[in-house]
């Protein structure tokens, strides 16, 4: 049949099909029959290939043992892993921190494991400092560079010049990098002045002339009186308190100025500063009611202050002092347990001491509190220290620890900025930091900022591109906690205290290598003492070697292991030595006085507090930065149940907890309805908090479990960090975290 | 000609109408005709379990670490700070204002009632009572109503407003045992289903009774509580140790008056 | 149009349609690859037993492929005389782990457990699977993904029905 030519008409319908047509509908069938294709299965998980482990089957899976690392407490936890690839944290039942609890945080670990913003591999900046223009290179490049320019550094005869911010304590690898240090020979190993370990640092120190971890027999205590919001919630004592409170939960009595998020029996609100005047004044009504065995005690300075007397300070009517007395009296073995923001003041270290004085009073010796001293690394070979390394190390500190500026700090690494400003005592030429984030977590940021500038070298080991690794020259990516070997000392302390393995859960997900390879890896390069003081391969090996065999053994398979004491048949192979408070001398006073008496001695000066007498220092009201007038609050910050001190981005849940105390998004301005009608504001208005160095938009939240006079504002998220003033006890170094006073506003 | 295209039109628009909903009516009735069947006859000597919670507040120190604990365990997503000033980041275990004489927060997952209010308004038998007692959800089956939610008097089910983001290789750390909910499907607690499942098989091909020592800490809100304030169990047996925390004096329900019989049970503050 | 364009125009209407659709399936047939070479044929003739491999049978969800430490047990020593068979002593060699092809792939939201079936159900495993006795490698999947296969089967077999019993 002959079709009509082809017309400007338009085609006529269905029976005609001109190509064109035929063309088209055959694309659009094809099309509409593509869409019609099965869609990809919604429910189905396909995950990205991992690099292939020798003997995974398909659909295996092992539970691997190993230690958090997201707070000091340590906990034991068990890691679920199928087909290479970690899918669940558990706490380990047998783990005698946690017994088989997890507080959010290590649940929410395997956030930062995978997470996105991960540094992949090592980085080497090509822009200014600052510009984010990053390079990637090599290991072998990355390591060559540090290895040189140290090895440099050496050559110019200044190793002290080199300063390491070492955010970890209580490991092994802290334990390898203070030993590259003595090696090198400098004196710059600068903690960041943890608020969750400080306050358990400064005590047996004093009290006992040791440096260790206290443990205290929970089942057995009476009454617990928790001194700091935190002590419960977030301290490295926290998961401890509670798992140990199982069987018997003793009364607890919570003293701070903000209501903790659980449950107490009742809470004492108190002035922020006021914990020691709090203490003294329970000394002495303990003393004078005769209440207590008081040898020994009558020497504490500061023993005479009355109650009514420390009312000004402490914000606590008498008539609940001597309440709270006799309570503790009468409910032996008491306990006083403190967290970080308890001694975080301009009179911490005297805090502490006064802290100390009445645990001794109420019972200790029943309570059998057992510490745990110098952990033995019996495998390691003694330190080679050349002439060089020994005269280097003996120079003043470049944070002041040490000298009279501070003479019973162990860090101080609030005073590096200005140092590195002031090239005083000496510039620094290098400036290496791990497991911290000074620029975003410590009080002065442009001056953190400024100081790194100055810096000539900056080497960040951080596993995110964080505030401090942005101005860094190199980042050298560690491994996360769950990808790497280590050996830990819980500052959750247990009876008998324990150490705890980490081992790597899955290969590492990135090229990212373990903090103890890298330092095993510049000693190498440096050779030399260095080298053979770090004698070995990887930190696997150090780990494994340490201790002896069958302490290994017994560790591998329960994933913590006991530190055993003198009189344990398994004690020869003892990997720590555990001292009995009970059979020290009974008036432990004396030994505090021996310390004090001792210290300051560094750079050759005494501390008048040394000299003048008992040793002890006077006890003194705390001091808060900004007038009064302008700022007639006090800043309160908190760490939340989920704080984790650096990196709170890689944790998303923990940023979505329905708990206020969890610290979700927004920042929350926390004041009591009291202030909150004073400055006309409601809960819920945006507001903007402000101190005389910084300020910070918050939203308000109005609540009685705040006291009067008091802004309690969550740490862990940008902010407020700027507010606070970088005031600091003289006497051990630590950062005024309470010491600063704002003022509060609505934001219009 | 158009009135017969009219009723054609018609005709044929009733004819689809009513398969529609002769369709969705079979398919409920055939959820729930399989659901309703009974359980395996593996276990023909064992009466049926009434599988159940007991929260101990007085225990609970709200720490939230259930609440991640049952994220993980149960690939639910973070959704970002925007959604969450909307309320929308999902809990199965949550945290809602203070209740039953406590000063603090009240933990709260799905209260799998004896009576449950969901499952009598879902169109499409998307929710049903297990033959053991949990509430389920086949998130296939969900269209996305949310009925349900409007149902539930506890205000626990979430509703997937978006699709949830697994950046980076965040895919990676998915439990394998739980198929991850895509946008537009309700999704809430379901007593780690999964992990019952897995104990009971494993107990029977160890060839052991399930005890309850072997399920107190199951579910993973329960494994993770530092304190042991969670404890699950079977209610049915008056030895287990959900059964004994049921009888003490500060054992109480959330909302008893609404007559949906929970099966989550609180202890009260000891005070 | 003349008769010859009408025919490539009906050829074309079929044939592209057809090689959509097979391009569309072929994405979603799985790779046929098997990662080493390997005859159930030749296994299944020296009476070895399926879960001589697949050990995860009789205790796990998933049935598992054999590891290479697995295969080096009788392997180590040279078996038959197939030109492909040294190269497993090859990998072992280079710790070249095998990375076996899934054929069998549930929906995601399917829950099957080979335990239950082949130890608390007793079943075989040719009840599910084909006879593998006259195969070389599979390159099909043999399991029907659908659910009314298992229901049919579960309700002659007083099973569980119970939604949770599969669902996840």
Redesign the interface.
């Known amino acids: 049949m002959k ?1 009509p030519p082809r017309s400007t008409e338009p085609a006529a319908a269905a029976s ?4 064109r047509e ?2 088209g ?3 659009l ?3 509409a ?2 869409g019609c ?2 869609k990809k ?5 396909d995950k990205p290939p991992v690099p ?9 899976e092992r539970w691997v043992l190993s230690t958090c690392a997201l707070c000091e407490a340590a906990c034991g936890i068990k890691v679920r892993v199928v087909e290479g690839r970690a899918v669940k944290i558990e706490g380990n039942p047998e783990h005698p921190v946690n017994r088989g609890g997890l507080c959010s945080r290590g649940q929410a670990a395997l956030q930062a494991l995978y997470h996105p913003e991960r540094v992949r591999s090592p980085l080497r900046r090509t822009g200014s400092r600052g510009s984010g223009q990053w390079k990637t290179i090599s290991w072998d490049e990355a390591i060559g560079e540090v290895t040189a320019k140290l090895a440099k550094l050496r050559a110019a005869g200044g190793p002290e010049r080199l300063v390491l911010i070492d955010g970890e304590t209580g490991t092994l690898t802290h334990n390898l990098w203070a030993r590259f240090l003595l090696a090198y020979g400098s004196p710059n190993h600068v903690g960041m002045g943890s608020t969750g370990s400080a306050a358990v640092e400064l005590d047996t120190p004093y009290r006992q002339g040791l440096y260790g971890w206290r443990a205290d027999d929970l089942e057995r205590t009476g009454l617990l009186l928790a001194m700091g919001t935190d002590l419960l919630a977030s301290s490295g004592q926290a998961m401890h308190l509670q798992c140990a409170s199982r069987a018997r939960r003793p009364r607890v009595i919570c003293v701070s100025p903000r209501r903790p998020g659980c449950r107490v029996d009742e809470w004492i609100p108190i002035a922020p500063g006021g914990y020691g005047a709090l203490a003294l004044a329970l000394v002495h009504v303990l003393l004078r009611d005769a209440l207590v065995d008081s040898r020994g005690f009558e020497a504490l300075p500061g023993a005479g202050r009355t109650p009514e007397e420390t009312t000004q300070v402490t914000g606590i009517p008498a008539e609940t002092v001597e309440r709270l007395a006799h309570a503790l009296a009468e409910n032996r073995p008491a306990l006083v347990a403190s967290d970080g923001s308890v001694v975080a003041a301009s009179n911490g270290l005297s805090t502490a001491i006064a802290i100390s004085a009445l645990n001794g009073l109420l019972g200790e010796r029943e309570r059998l509190a057992r510490v745990l001293g110098t952990v033995r690394m019996a495998g390691w070979p003694a330190p080679t220290v050349d002439a060089l390394a020994a005269a280097r190390r003996a120079v003043p500190r470049v944070d002041g620890a040490g000298t009279a500026a501070c003479p019973f700090g162990q860090s101080r690494v609030q005073a590096l900025p200005a140092a590195i400003a002031s090239a005083k005592p000496y510039p620094v030429e290098a400036l290496l930091v791990r497991g911290a984030n000074p620029l975003a977590t410590l009080p002065g940021r442009q001056a953190w900022a400024a100081a790194l500038q100055r810096v000539p070298f900056v080497v960040s080991f951080s596993p995110w591109l964080d505030e401090t690794a942005w101005l860094a020259d190199l980042v050298l990516p560690e491994s996360l906690f769950l990808e790497a070997w280590d050996m830990v000392w819980p500052a959750a302390v247990t009876d008998p205290p324990v150490l705890s393995l980490r081992q790597p859960v899955v290969g590492p997900v990135h090229g990212t290598r373990q903090s103890g390879d890298l330092v095993l890896a510049l000693a190498a390069g440096l050779g030399g003492s260095i080298g053979s003081a770090l004698p070995w391969k990887r930190q696997q090996d150090v780990v494994e070697t340490s201790f002896p065999p069958q302490s290994m053994a017994a560790i591998k398979e329960k994933g913590a292991g006991r530190s055993v004491c003198a009189d344990d048949e398994n004690c020869k192979h003892g990997l720590g030595e555990i001292v009995d408070l009970e059979s020290t001398t009974p008036h432990e006073f004396a030994f505090f006085a021996r310390r004090i008496a001792s210290a300051g001695t560094r750079d050759g000066t005494r501390s008048s507090e040394a000299a003048a007498g008992s040793g002890l220092p006077p006890w003194e009201a705390p001091r808060f930065s900004g007038d009064p007038l302008q700022f007639p609050l006090h800043l309160v910050p908190y760490r939340p149940a989920p704080f984790v001190a650096d990196g709170a981005h890689a944790f998303p849940w923990l940023s979505e907890l329905p708990l206020v105390s969890g610290n979700p998004w927004p920042l929350r301005a926390e004041i009591n309805p009291a202030d909150a009608a004073r400055f006309g504001v409601a809960d819920g208005d945006e507001v903007l908090v402000e101190s005389s160095v910084g300020s910070c938009a918050a939203v308000a939240l109005v609540s009685d479990g705040v006291r009067p006079g008091v802004v309690a504002m969550a740490l862990g998220k940008s902010g407020v960090v700027d507010l606070v003033v970088p005031d600091e006890d003289r006497l051990s170094g630590l950062l005024a975290w309470q010491g600063t006073r704002v003022r509060l506003r609505r934001a219009s | 000609m158009k009135r017969d295209d009219d009723n054609l039109r018609d005709s044929r628009r009733k004819l689809l109408a009513g398969l529609a909903v002769s369709a969705a009516g079979v398919l409920a009735a055939r ?1 729930r005709a ?2 309703g ?1 009974s ?4 276990e023909p000597d064992k009466r049926p379990r009434r599988w159940g919670l007991v929260i101990d507040l007085d225990r609970c120190v709200r720490c939230g670490g259930c609440v991640v604990a049952c994220q993980q365990e149960n690939n639910v997503a973070p959704l970002g700070p925007k959604q969450a000033v909307r309320t929308r980041p999902i809990h199965w275990m949550d945290f809602l204002p203070p209740a039953l004489g406590s000063s603090l927060p009240t933990p709260i997952p799905c209260m799998h009632c004896e009576d449950p209010p969901c499952v009598k308004v879902c169109p499409v038998g998307a929710t ?1 009572q ?2 053991e007692g ?1 509430t ?1 959800q ?3 089956r969900c269209i996305g109503c949310r009925h349900c939610m409007v149902a539930c008097p506890y205000a626990r089910r979430y509703f997937n407003w978006s699709e949830p983001r697994w950046p980076g290789d965040e895919l990676s750390s998915l439990n394998p ?4 909910r895509p946008r537009g499907v309700v999704e809430k607690c379901t007593l780690c ?2 992990r019952i ?2 104990a009971v ?1 494993r107990a ?2 160890d060839e052991e009774p399930l005890s309850d020592e072997a399920v107190r800490r199951l579910p993973a809100c329960a494994q993770s509580c530092p304190t042991q304030a969670i404890s699950f169990g079977d209610l049915s047996d008056p030895e287990s140790e959900v059964s004994r925390l049921a009888r003490s004096p500060r054992a109480t329900r959330l909302l008893a008056e609404a007559g949906t019989r929970p099966k989550v049970i609180y202890l009260r503050e000891d005070t | ?1 003349s008769h010859a ?2 025919s490539i ?1 009906t050829v ?2 079929i044939a ?2 057809a ?3 097979a391009l ?2 072929a ?2 047939t799985p790779a046929a690859s098997m990662g080493q070479a390997m005859s159930h044929k030749r296994h299944l003739a020296k009476e070895m037993k399926c879960r001589a491999c697949h ?2 049978v ?12 697995d295969c080096m047990d009788c392997h180590k020593m040279p078996q038959g005389n197939d030109p492909a068979e040294p190269s497993v002593r090859a990998r072992a060699a280079r ?1 070249d ?1 095998i ?2 092809g ?1 054929l069998n792939r549930l ?3 399917v ?1 099957f ?1 080979h ?2 079936h082949v ?2 159900a007793s079943m075989k495993c040719e009840d599910c699977h084909q006879d593998m006795t006259a195969i070389d490698q599979p390159t099909a999947p043999d399991i029907r993904p659908d659910m009314d296969g298992c ?1 049919a089967c579960h309700r002659e077999k ?8 599969c ?2």
């Open positions: 079709r005609h099909l001109g190509r035929l063309l509908s055959a694309a069938a094809g099309a029959l593509l294709r099965p299965d919604p429910y189905r998980i292939r482990v020798p003997g995974w089957r398909t659909g295996e | 959820g399989l659901a069947e359980a395996t006859s593996d049903y297990s033959p949990i389920a086949i998130w296939e045992d739980v198929a991850p289903h999964h499942r897995a098989e029977a091909v | 149009m364009r009408r125009g074309l209407v592209v349609p090689l959509l659709i569309g399936m994405r979603h050990q995860g009789e205790g796990q969800a998933l049935a598992s492929f054999p590891t290479l430490a710790g782990e990375s076996w899934r929906a995601g939201h829950y457990s335990a239950a130890t608390l229901v007083h099973a569980s029905v119970d939604c949770l019993a669902h996840k």
